[in-house]
Structures are given as structure tokens and as C-alpha cells.
């Protein structure tokens, strides 16, 4: 299995998370989804075209 990863610096600390934990805490960029189910959840391929994207 795959796993995506978002890598970042916050406070010069360096994060990684899934992409699926990075849209859940960023919730309001996939306003279409309400996160309460797998269902209402963007999938790890929409989440990395948006970042990809931005």
C-alpha cells in the first residue's frame, strides 16, 4: 500500500503527515466534505492534486 505524506516545516520543526490527516485539519480548503464519514472524505488523490495545485 502507498502512503502519501505531506512534509513541511511549522516553527522550524520539521511535520509529516498523511495527506488525509493534513485535509482533516484543513478542512477549509475541501468545503464539499463534511470529514464524518470515509464517503464525505476526499480521497489521497484529490488532496495531492489541490496541493499540487496551490
Known sequence: MKKHLVI???ND??????????ARENQNYFRNY????PNTTP????????????
Open 8 to 10: 513541511y516545516f511549522e
Open 13 to 22: 520543526i520539521l511535520i509529516s503527515k498523511s495527506v488525509k490527516d493534513w
Open 34 to 37: 463534511d470529514f464524518l464519514t
Open 43 to 54: 480521497t489521497s488523490v484529490e488532496i495531492d492534486l489541490f496541493l499540487v495545485n496551490i
